[in-house]
Nanobody, 125 residues
C-alpha cells in the first residue's frame, strides 16, 4: 500500500485548500482512510476520516463545518477540502489507511498502518 499526499501550501486566514491522497497497491473497499495533522511541538491529531466502502465520514470538532472529506473510487483518491482556514490549522497533514481502524480506533494514529509522506499547510493571519 502506498499513499501520496499533496496539495498543501501557504494561504491566508479565511482561504481554502484542497489536499489529495492518491492510494495504490490494492483495493481499498474495506479500508478506513483518515487525515491527521501535526503541528510543531504537538502530537499528531485526527482531523477527518471516511470509510471507503460506504462513504461514511467523521470529523474532529475543530474542523466540522469547515473541512470536507470525500473519495473518488475510480481514481483511488481521497480529498480533503479545507475552507475558512485558520492559523491554528497550520500543520503537516498526513493521510492514512487501515483495514481495521473502526469504531473508536479510527481517531487514533496508532490504528493506521499505512501513511503518506505529509504535506505542509500554513495559514497566515
Amino acid at each position: 500500500v502506498q499513499l501520496q499526499a499533496f496539495g498543501g501550501g501557504l494561504v491566508q486566514a479565511g482561504g481554502s485548500l484542497r489536499l489529495s491522497c492518491a492510494a495504490s497497491g490494492r483495493t481499498f473497499s474495506g479500508y478506513v482512510m483518515g487525515w491527521f495533522r501535526q503541528a510543531p511541538g504537538k502530537e499528531r491529531e485526527f482531523v477527518t476520516g471516511i470509510t471507503w466502502s460506504n462513504g461514511i465520514t467523521y470529523y474532529a470538532d475543530s474542523v466540522k463545518g469547515r473541512f470536507t472529506i470525500s473519495r473518488d473510487n475510480a481514481k483511488n483518491t481521497v480529498y480533503l477540502q479545507m475552507n475558512s482556514l485558520k492559523p491554528e490549522d497550520t500543520a503537516v497533514y498526513y493521510c492514512a489507511a487501515d483495514d481495521s481502524a473502526y469504531g473508536s480506533r479510527r481517531y487514533r494514529p496508532q490504528a493506521y498502518n499505512y501513511w503518506g509522506q505529509g504535506t505542509q499547510v500554513t495559514v497566515s493571519s
